[in-house]
Structure formats: structure tokens, C-alpha cells
């Protein structure tokens, strides 16, 4: 009997995320990660914004696949960089129109 998990389209990004971090244990080197350094400020903002709602999904989907190692990771990055996501960058996470079928 195979165990087969199911993810919706489109999301493949947050999938390379969880498997850089099931090789290395880290997303620290994730490509799929916004960066955000290195770019102009207003760059910046908009990168943080894309961050934060990529960390976000990303904790969806481990919730999904019950990896809470996977989560424990993610809201260990998201508190460590908790001054860098102010109460804005969340509302437009929030507010962006994104639904995730997990």
C-alpha cells in the first residue's frame, strides 16, 4: 500500500522550501525564499511582504503534512524576524486573497 499526499497546483515553490529543509535541516538556502537583502528599500518592503506570506503558507502546508519539526523551524524564523515583519506586513499577508486547500 502506497501513502499518496496530494498538493494543490501552483504550490511548488513551498514544496523545493520543505525539501531544502528535509536535505540541509535548514530553508536558510531555499532559492524559492524572497530575498531581502542586497536590494533598494522600497525593493525590500515588498520583498518582506512576499516573505512573510511564503513563511506563512510554508507553516500551512507542514500543518498539512503533519511535520511539526517543519513548523517549529518556520515560527523560529518568524519570531527571529518578528521586528523585520511589522503588524502591516501580516494584514496584506492576510488580506492578499491567497487560500490554501490543505
Not at 96 to 101: F, K, Q, Y
Request: glycine residues 4%.
Amino acid at each position: 500500500m502506497t501513502k499518496t499526499i496530494r498538493l494543490p497546483e501552483g504550490e511548488p515553490n513551498l514544496f523545493a522550501i520543505f525539501l531544502t529543509w528535509i536535505c540541509t535541516g535548514t530553508i536558510e538556502n531555499a532559492e524559492e525564499l524572497p530575498t531581502v537583502t542586497g536590494i533598494t528599500k522600497d525593493q525590500k518592503e515588498a520583498s518582506l511582504n512576499n516573505q512573510y506570506l511564503q513563511l506563512a503558507c510554508c507553516y500551512a502546508m507542514g500543518d498539512a503534512l503533519a511535520a511539526e519539526a517543519y513548523r517549529n523551524t518556520l515560527m523560529d524564523i518568524l519570531v527571529q524576524n518578528q521586528r523585520h515583519f511589522s503588524a502591516e506586513h501580516a494584514k496584506k499577508a492576510l488580506t492578499a486573497g491567497i487560500h490554501l486547500d490543505y
